[in-house]
Each structure stands twice: as structure tokens, then as C-alpha cells.
């Protein structure tokens, strides 16, 4: 247990916060799985629940622990995750921090495939829901405030943008996760927010300081 002393502008909200990747199944062994670490969606439901947020944390499987003070919902695939966001609505704002696999395996195996020399198997997919565009487009019990993420290596705030029109949620946090930024993995972000009033850059930073910052935009605009 934690004590936190400083303000709690968040008491009394509900916040829901998905992190970390999605596992995708191919047959009970392997999977189809991506490099988010889940540190930022860490960070974040840490910075939301020191601000007093009720926080649902619904998370993949990720490489870092889950903070402190959250109900923590742990799922495997997108299917898993769209079914335990549903379950946590309603909510005052809702963060979505994981990386959602796009597809999935149309038909996973329920035994191991065996390997038959010279003879390779062929994956055929199925696309996941969009979880993110789902909540932002609910007609009714949207939550006040959605917030995306978009992940890009190129045309980071031209990509950015376009993903927060098409899927019709309030905030982007857009970020380069080039090889080279070393962001994927490490432990300092650089993002731009986008939102209805444009397009802030903000400095590189520890993913904690870019998660504080966050959850104190996310209390200003729930005051
Ligand atoms: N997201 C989601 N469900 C999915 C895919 C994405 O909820 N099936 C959410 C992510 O959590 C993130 C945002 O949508 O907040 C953007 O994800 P991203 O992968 O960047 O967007 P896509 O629309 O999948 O576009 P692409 O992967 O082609 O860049
Ligand atoms: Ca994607």
C-alpha cells in the first residue's frame, strides 16, 4: 500500500485503462503476440490512481507489473479484452493504452501442430474488433472523455490524426516507435497530443513523467 499526500482531483472517477499487447492464438503453444512492454499503460494507471481514480486496468499479457490500486482484469487476446472493457462501462473516461493485435489466427488450432518436414503451414486471419473505435462510437453510455493511442514510424502526427477521425475518440497520444527512438521497450516516451484544440509536442520524457502529465490533463478535463 501506497499513501499519497498530494491532491486527488480524480476521486470519484471512474477511469478505464487497457495496456500492455494482445496474444494471439494459433494452436495451445505458440501465438501471434507484438513488442508493447506495457510501461506506459503502467505508468499511467499508476498516475490515475495517485490523482484518486477508480481505476479498471484491463491488460495482455505484459513485461511489466501492473501498478498498485487498480482492479486489475487480465486478459489474453483483443476478443478477451473487448468482452472485459464492455463489462467495465460505464466510465467517466476511458484510456486505451494496449496494442490491440489487428488480426488474429481465423482458426486456431485446439492441438499442436506437428512439424512434417517440408511441409509449412499457412496462417489464414481474421480482423479483431476495434475496441477503441467500438467505445468512441457508442451511441449511448459513451464515456465522457476517450483517448486513443497511435503507435506510428512514419507520418507520426498525419497518421495520428486520421486515426482519431476514423475512430471518432476525443484525444490521441500519438508516439514514434521507430527502432531507433528506442521508445518501444525503453523507458522514455516522446508524444504529441492531438485533440479538437490541435496538436501539442511534447519533450522527451520518462514514460512516468509523460504518464503524470497525462492523468492531470485527464482530471482537467473531467473537473
Ligand atoms: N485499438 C483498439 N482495438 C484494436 C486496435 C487498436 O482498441 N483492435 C486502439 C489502441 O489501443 C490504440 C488505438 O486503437 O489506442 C490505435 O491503435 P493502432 O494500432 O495505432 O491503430 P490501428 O487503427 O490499428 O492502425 P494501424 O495499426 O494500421 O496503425
Ligand atoms: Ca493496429
Not at 47 to 61: N, W, Y
Not at 203 to 214: E, G, H, T
Request: with cysteine; net charge negative; proline share 6%.
Amino acid at each position: 500500500v501506497e499513501a499519497h499526500f498530494g491532491p486527488r482531483p480524480l476521486a470519484g472517477k471512474r477511469v478505464l485503462l487497457t495496456s500492455g499487447p494482445t496474444h494471439e492464438p494459433i494452436d495451445p503453444v505458440r501465438y501471434i503476440a507484438n513488442r508493447s512492454s506495457g510501461a506506459q499503460g503502467s505508468a499511467l494507471g499508476r498516475a490515475l490512481a495517485d490523482l484518486g481514480a477508480e481505476v479498471v486496468f484491463v491488460t495482455g499479457p505484459a513485461d511489466v507489473a501492473p501498478p498498485g490500486g487498480v482492479e486489475v482484469i487480465a486478459v489474453e487476446t483483443a476478443q478477451e479484452m473487448k468482452d472485459a472493457v464492455e463489462a467495465a462501462l460505464p466510465v467517466d473516461a476511458a484510456v486505451f493504452a494496449a496494442a490491440v493485435a489487428d488480426w488474429r489466427v481465423a482458426s486456431a488450432s485446439g492441438r499442436k501442430l506437428k512439424k512434417v518436414a517440408g511441409k509449412m503451414p499457412i496462417l489464414e486471419f481474421a480482423e479483431n474488433p476495434d475496441i477503441l473505435a467500438h467505445v468512441a462510437q457508442m451511441e449511448a453510455g459513451r464515456p465522457g472523455l476517450v483517448v486513443g493511442f497511435a503507435a506510428e514510424t512514419d507520418d507520426v502526427i498525419e497518421n495520428a490524426t486520421a486515426k482519431r477521425e476514423r475512430k471518432g475518440c476525443d484525444w490521441i497520444v500519438a508516439n514514434d516507435v521507430s527502432p531507433e527512438t528506442g521508445i518501444m521497450g525503453g523507458s522514455e516516451n516522446a508524444v504529441v497530443l492531438i485533440s479538437d484544440a490541435g496538436t501539442e509536442t511534447w519533450a522527451r520524457m520518462s514514460k512516468d513523467d509523460v504518464a503524470a502529465q497525462l492523468a492531470q490533463r485527464i482530471a482537467d478535463a473531467l473537473a
